[in-house]
Nanobody, 126 residues
Framework: VQLQASGGGLVQAGGSLRLSCVASERTFGIYAVRWFRQAPGKEREFVAGISKSGRKIAYTDSVKGRFTISGHNDKNAASLQMNSLQPEDTAAYYC????????????????????WGQGTLVTVSS
């Protein structure tokens, strides 16, 4: 499966961006859709995810209340709406598909069978 991510850019602190990820095949019921990010010199970290069923959504604590994930739409796309961005949100953001996730769960762990899109860079200036 191919993933195409877009929407990154440069924004001032307090601003918003919307990231999009389009998959080459249906995601609903097959993959959990997740976003990860990786800042320079740091490990890749989980940001947000939506389960195969679409009923379970999870966020890392630092983005709760600011970021909103949506996924499994009819265009095989997912999005990450990011509001109130802060300089610490600066990173390359990666769309991810998890094929082994349980129906109603979202894992924050990277798996060997995951699919990845190319990163899209988000830079937040202070």
């Amino acid at each position: 499966v191919q993933l195409q991510a877009s929407g990154g850019g440069l924004v001032q602190a307090g601003g918003s961006l919307r990231l999009s990820c389009v998959a080459s095949e249906r995601t609903f019921g097959i993959y959990a859709v997740r976003w990860f990010r990786q800042a320079p010199g740091k490990e890749r970290e989980f940001v947000a995810g939506i389960s195969k069923s679409g009923r379970k959504i999870a966020y890392t604590d630092s983005v709760k209340g600011r970021f909103t994930i949506s996924g499994h739409n009819d265009k095989n796309a997912a999005s990450l709406q990011m509001n109130s961005l802060q300089p610490e949100d600066t990173a390359a953001y990666y769309c991810n598909l998890d094929p082994i996730a349980r129906w109603d769960s979202v894992s924050s762990r990277i798996g060997e069978r995951d699919y990845w899109g190319q990163g899209t860079l988000v830079t937040v200036s202070s």
